[in-house]
């Protein structure tokens, strides 16, 4: 079992940049491939960014890439998503997921953590 808690949201202005983290709990973090996802009003959830379990192999969705950079922190027990160069598309609540490592599925979710960006 795994506890996901998002922080970092908030509002920015267009070209600005935020960090988010996720705290999990549990000692079996590092066995956990990690995601950010977001969901904006009136769309379907999408998969933002992809970490396995050691850091290893990364992904990001082709309207990030570039701009946003996920991390993590084993020891710590947290993964990280920098966003840079924001826009109001970027505009949705932000979720950390997990996944047994090469599942290919994400089994915990946090609650998630707004991202608003003005224009």
């Known amino acids: 079992q795994v506890q996901l808690v998002e922080s970092g949201g908030g509002l920015v202005r267009s070209g600005g940049s935020l960090r988010l983290s996720c705290a999990a709990s549990g000692r079996t973090f590092g066995s956990y491939d990690m995601a950010w996802f977001r969901q904006a009003p009136g769309k379907e959830r999408e998969v933002v960014a992809e970490?396995?379990?050691?850091?290893?192999?990364?992904d990001y969705s082709h309207a990030v890439n570039g701009r946003f950079t996920i991390s993590r922190d084993n020891a710590k027990n947290t993964v990280f998503l920098q966003m840079r160069s924001l826009t109001p598309e970027d505009t949705a609540v932000y979720y950390c997921?997990?996944?047994?490592?090469?599942?290919?599925?994400?089994?915990?979710w946090g609650q998630g953590t707004q991202v608003t960006v003005s224009s």
């Open positions: 970490i396995n379990f050691n850091g290893g192999r990364i």
């Open positions: 997921a997990a996944g047994p490592s090469g599942s290919d599925r994400y089994d915990y």
